[in-house]
């Protein structure tokens, strides 16, 4: 079944197409919203308001991911570089951990770090040499602050990426508890 939220049809002439509750309502009356705001219990001007403007933003999003899609990659190929950067997190985050587990000073951290941190970004395919992480590091950070490397989450703001990758997981999450009957997940 396609997605409700893709692909909206065009309004008919007094009509609306919405989406409320996560289900595309198209060419909806005025005798329809009515009967809907009732069943709803909700006001007829808030529910349309809302409905709308969740229509607005699929649209928005309807008009950006082609452009994603046909201009940086496919689907697979985006959660491809997802799965990468998922891994290096992790990967990292092992370092930091196995780091702080094996030293007791400071300065014997940042060296178990950096050392671990080498080994894991292995050997520059172009030169041969080891990567020099710190600097790879300083690089990208110098390149993020000059706006030559754009970060979504920066883009869409720290608060709502927080929340958007929060109310994803907790989505997913409840799905599975539903599908493990009830239990924790």
Known sequence: ???PQEDLPPTVEGKLT???NGQRIDNLTEDGIRTMAFFEGRDREA?????LARKAKQDAVNIIRPKIRDRVGDTASLLGTTADAAQLSVAFALADIVAMETTTTFAAYKTAKMTLLGALAGVDHVTGNPVDVPTLAQDLITKIQSGEIKLTASLKGLVPALEEIMGRSTGVADIMIEAL???AA
């Open 1 to 3: 079944m396609a997605n």
């Open 18 to 20: 919405i989406i409320l």
């Open 47 to 51: 529910l349309v308001a809302e409905a």
């Open 181 to 183: 009957g009830g239990g």
